[in-house]
T-cell receptor, first 111, second 116 residues
Framework: QKEVEQDPGPLSVPEGAIVSLNCTYS??????FMWYRQYSRKGPELLMY????GNKEDGRFTAQVDKSSKYISLFIRDSQPSDSATYLC???????????FGAGTRLFVKA | DTGVSQDPRHKITKRGQNVTFRCDPI?????LYWYRQTLGQGPEFLTY????????KSRLLSDRFSAERPKGSFSTLEIQRTEQGDSAMYLC??????????????FGPGTRLTVL
């Protein structure tokens, strides 16, 4: 079993929809939770960064962490065609150096 | 542009050849990481440096792979006797680490390797 599980999709939604992406994990020592966006043939770009449990909002993006359920989510409001990309969840221990990534969910937002 | 840069962006080589990739991290970052990403998967950790010291290597990093960061600035990743299974995107990332606080990692654009 992988430490981080993420549904690879693809997920296809109409423009303006609310998108929900999520990951589950097994290592209770993870404290840092990230979401990266990766366009085709490009490096990952950091979107959201959360420490421990709770919610964090940045513009159209909201990240949620539920450590009791070992479940993290990313919500995208008013989705745009430019949001079409692969979204990678990632996590790390406190003081850790190695980031563990999910496989990524491919998102398509149709105009 | 003060982000992480990688060179070359694409490399096509024949099986058995050696290849070397370069990464230039964000200038004030003392930690540098190498990851490998295959199609449909997330990045997998290969190795990391704090300044010039290589502090951790993944089991994924076979004896054919070697990484250096000689002056604590740029890093090189060399693959000897390449195999078709080495075809992947090789990603470099950097951050700073001080005390108990570790910043998140910022990634470069990657080097895409194709082994024929």
């Amino acid at each position: 079993q992988k430490e981080v599980e993420q549904d690879p999709g693809p997920l296809s939604v109409p423009e303006g929809a609310i998108v929900s992406l999520n990951c589950t994990y097994s290592n209770s020592a993870f404290q840092y939770f990230m979401w990266y966006r990766q366009y085709s043939r490009k490096g990952p770009e950091l979107l959201m960064y959360t420490y421990s449990s709770g919610n964090k909002e940045d513009g159209r993006f909201t990240a949620q962490v539920d450590k009791s359920s070992k479940y993290i989510s990313l919500f995208i409001r008013d989705s745009q065609p430019s949001d079409s990309a692969t979204y990678l969840c990632a996590m790390r221990n406190t003081g850790g150096f190695k980031t563990i990534f999910g496989a990524g969910t491919r998102l398509f937002v149709k105009a | 542009d003060t982000g992480v840069s990688q060179d070359p962006r694409h490399k096509i080589t024949k099986r058995g050849q050696n290849v070397t990739f370069r990464c230039d991290p964000i200038s004030e970052h003392n930690r540098l990481y190498w990851y490998r990403q295959t199609l449909g998967q997330g990045p997998e950790f290969l190795t990391y440096f704090q300044n010039e010291a290589q502090l951790e290597k993944s089991r994924l990093l076979s004896d054919r792979f070697s990484a250096e960061r000689p002056k604590g600035s740029f890093s090189t990743l060399e693959i000897q006797r390449t195999e078709q299974g080495d075809s992947a995107m090789y990603l470099c990332a950097s951050n700073t680490a001080s005390g108990t606080s570790t910043d998140t990692q910022y990634f470069g654009p990657g080097t895409r390797l194709t082994v024929l």
